[in-house]
């Protein structure tokens, strides 16, 4: 049987980027072929990956890149199964490639994203390794890909959880980071009251409705509570009504219009959201595994 070298061992830990041990397994079962080893690598990172497949990722991160000159920019959200892998430098290098990737090839879905090519290996293939590397499951969810005549500006939080992506007409660099950072924390759902979904005006209008007809008040009277909630509401949920954070005795359009600034868009991520995430039953999985559920 050949000498199985920690040269080997680190050749191909570099070729796979796979866990040392691994690598050194692999050698042994290939009696010291770096091409079979390759191949014993390849095969069980794939398994792992197939095998967490099934897995619900709701934790993860948001990446993002912007241009040098601020005019082109994307940003993308990609999941995985724990808050701790969401610190992994290799899982945080990977959104952030993600991001400049689609910036540049401006796929038209995830899964055309997933066929372009990442420093020499498609972006599936890229994300097959990196789940049999970090042993969870990890997904693209989505992408937003933005060009402008104006300038590009971005902000993160809470360990990149939250990342926000807009689109600023005439505002320097530090109002156009300062609208960025008032999208994460006020979470705006649209620009304008022009942009809300009626579905969500609806939704709005009717819980208004009855809240109003419990007062007892004539239905003139109900009628201009309705409107006036729904009026209030869409001044909370959009841009442009709300109270800038940086001096909520102005709104932002106000802010906005003094600056002779303008905002065309924006995207703001929040990770996990909409994700029904699992919630385990220790006792349960205990039970069960001892036969006695």
């Known amino acids: 049987m050949a000498e199985i070298t920690a040269s080997m061992v680190k050749e191909l830990r570099e070729r796979t980027d796979a866990p040392m041990m691994d690598c050194k397994k ?7 072929d770096m091409a079979k080893a390759e191949e014993i690598i390849r095969v069980k990172f794939g398994s792992k990956a197939s095998k967490a497949a099934g897995r619900i990722a709701a934790e993860g991160v948001v990446g993002i890149w912007i241009a040098p ?9 990609v999941n995985c199964e724990t808050d701790f892998v969401a610190k992994n430098d290799d899982f945080l290098g990977f959104a952030r490639n993600l991001a400049e990737l689609v910036a540049k090839e401006n796929p038209a879905d995830v899964e055309a994203l997933a066929g372009l090519n990442l420093s020499g290996a498609t972006v599936e293939a890229t994300r097959t390794q990196l789940v049999g590397k970090i042993g969870e499951n990890m997904s693209i969810r ?16 809470g360990g990149a959880r939250i990342g926000v992506l807009v689109d600023v007409t005439g505002a320097d660099e530090q109002l156009a980071r300062d609208l960025a950072m008032h999208i994460a ?26 809240k109003a007809a419990e007062s007892g008040k004539p239905a003139e009277i109900v009628a201009k509570m309705v409107e006036g909630s729904v009026a209030k509401y869409l001044k909370e949920v959009t841009l442009l009504g709300q109270p800038f ?15 002779g600034a303008s905002v065309a868009a924006f995207t703001l991520y929040v990770v996990g959201e909409g994700i029904e995430k699992r919630k385990d039953d220790f006792v349960a999985e205990v039970m069960a595994q001892a036969g006695k559920a």
């Open 69 to 77: 000159d601020a005019k082109l920019g994307a940003m993308v959200e």
């Open 142 to 157: 989505r992408f937003v890909r933005l060009e402008t005549m104006g300038a590009l500006a971005s902000y993160v939080h």
């Open 245 to 259: 954070v940086k001096d909520d005795k102005q709104t932002v359009e106000q802010v906005l219009k003094a600056r």
């Open 185 to 210: 924390a006020s979470k705006p759902v649209a620009l304008a009251k022009e942009h809300v979904s009626a579905e969500l005006i609806e939704k709005e209008r009717s819980i208004a409705s009855q």
């Open 26 to 32: 692999a050698l042994n079962e290939a009696a010291g």
